[in-house]
C-alpha cells in the first residue's frame, strides 16, 4: 500500500519541495496551499493521482475539516503529518520602533502555533489509522529558549517557542499511542521568508528532512529500538529547548 503524508503550506519554498521529494519517493502527496498552488502544476502533470492540491487555510476550522473530509474520501489512513505552513510578518526593527497594533502577533501566533495544533486535531483520526503515526512540525532554532540569541523578531520567536511546547505535549499525549513527534528546524533557507541571502536551498533542507522522517521508522521500530531527540535540525542534531 502507498503511504501517504499532508503537507500544509505547500504552495511554495520549503512545503512545495517537501511534496516533491515524497512525490519522488513514491508517496500519495497531499499538498495543502492558501492562496496559490499554482508552483505546484509541475508535479500535477508529472505525478497526476499521486498528488492532490488542497485549499487548506490553517487558522480556519471549516477549511481545515474540509480538507480532512476530502482526504478520507480519498484514502483509509495517513501515514505522515508535516505541519510546514508559517509566517514572518514583522519588520525586523527594535522595540521602540516596533508597530504592535497592527495585528502582527496574533496573526503569527494563529499561523505557526495554533493552525498546526488545529490541523493536528482535525487529521488525528486519519492519523490514528496509519501504521507510521508520525507528526513533524517545522520549527525554527529561533524557538529555542536555551539558544535564544536574537533581541527583537518577537512574534516569530515566540511562536515558535509555543510550536515547541506543543510538539512536547503532543509527544507526551500521543506517544503512548504508537505516535512519533517531532519539531525540526529546517535551516536558514533562501525563500521568500528567508531571502536571498540565506544559506541553504529548499530542496536541499527538503531532501534531508524526508531522510529524518524516514529514520524516524528505522530508529524506532528496528531491532535496537531507541528514543530519538524530539526537537533537531534537518539533519537531525539535537537542539535545545
Known amino acids: 500500500m502507498t503511504d501517504t503524508v499532508l503537507i500544509t503550506g505547500a504552495g511554495k519554498g520549503l512545503g512545495r519541495s517537501l511534496a516533491g521529494r515524497f512525490l519522488a519517493a513514491g508517496y500519495r502527496v497531499f499538498a495543502g496551499f492558501y492562496q496559490t498552488g499554482s508552483l505546484l ?12 492540491v488542497l485549499p487548506l487555510d490553517v487558522t480556519d476550522i471549516n477549511s481545515v475539516r474540509a480538507a480532512a473530509q476530502r482526504v478520507s474520501r480519498e484514502v483509509p489512513a495517513l ?15 527594535p522595540l521602540p520602533e516596533l508597530n504592535l497594533a497592527d495585528g502582527h502577533l496574533q496573526k503569527t501566533m494563529e499561523v505557526n502555533a495554533f493552525g498546526p495544533l488545529l490541523v493536528t486535531q482535525q487529521f488525528l483520526p486519519l492519523l490514528e489509522k496509519g501504521r507510521r503515526k508520525i507528526i513533524v512540525n517545522i520549527s ?34 500521543l506517544g503512548p499511542r504508537g505516535f512519533r513527534i517531532k519539531a525540526v528546524h529546517p535551516g536558514w533557507l533562501r525563500t521568500d521568508m ?18 529524518l522522517i524516514e529514520r524516524i521508522t528505522r530508529e524506532e521500530d528496528g531491532p535496537e ?17
Open 41 to 52: 502544476q509541475k508535479y500535477q502533470e508529472e505525478y497526476g493521482t499521486f498528488l492532490t
Open 79 to 93: 501515514e505522515i503529518l508535516i505541519n510546514n505552513a508559517g509566517v514572518h510578518l514583522e519588520d525586523n526593527v
Open 140 to 173: 525554527s532554532e529561533a524557538g529555542s529558549i536555551g539558544d535564544c540569541w536574537r533581541t527583537q523578531e518577537f512574534a516569530y520567536c515566540m511562536s515558535k517557542a509555543a510550536l515547541n511546547m506543543q510538539t512536547r505535549i503532543l509527544h507526551n499525549y
Open 194 to 211: 528567508g531571502g536571498k541571502e540565506a544559506t541553504l536551498d529548499p530542496d536541499e533542507s527538503a531532501a534531508m528532512i524526508r531522510e
Open 225 to 241: 529500538k531507541t528514543s530519538p531527540p524530539l526537537f533537531v535540525d534537518y539533519q537531525g542534531r539535537e537542539l535545545r529547548w
